[in-house]
């Protein structure tokens, strides 16, 4: 084992993300009104979840939005107890894969319980929040 400074060294590291989010703008728009939607396809009807400009299906750039509900059933969970590098000042949390009404498959934190009280097949509600930045995002809740 090497006592090498360099081997150790530990950094704050700051990453930025830009998204480009026209296309999308809609759906963050819903989230900080209390809505949670997302695109269908014009041409095919196809229902994306997360929204897509283009439909991963048949690749056409028209689209409407389309309430999806915020009711559904915990598919299934893990329990984060070593955060990584980037939420390492969150506390350990669980993130979830709920399943909407209308089918689609939804990822998000589930707050509000431990890990010894999240059951497959429970009920969840989808509720809103923002960022300390002010940006919105979705969190599973025990419905």
Not at 12 to 20: A, G, M, V, Y
Not at 123 to 139: C, D, H, Q, T, W
């Amino acid at each position: 084992m090497s006592d090498d400074p360099a081997l150790h060294s530990r950094r704050p590291l700051t990453l930025r993300f830009d998204i480009p989010i026209s296309r999308t703008r809609e759906f963050w728009d819903g989230l900080r009104d209390g809505r949670f939607i997302t695109t269908k396809c014009k041409n095919c009807g196809n229902v994306s979840f997360p929204p897509q400009a283009d439909c991963p299906n048949c690749m056409k750039g028209e689209f409407e939005w389309v309430d999806l509900g915020r009711d559904a059933k915990l598919l299934t969970f893990t329990y984060v107890q070593v955060t990584p590098a980037s939420f390492v000042e969150n506390d350990p949390y669980i993130i979830a894969i709920g399943e909407l009404a209308k089918g689609l498959k939804v990822l998000a934190w589930l707050e509000g319980i431990g890990p010894e009280d999240a059951k497959l097949g429970m009920a969840m509600r989808i509720e809103f929040r923002a960022s300390k930045e002010g940006n919105p995002y979705y969190v599973f809740v025990k419905a």
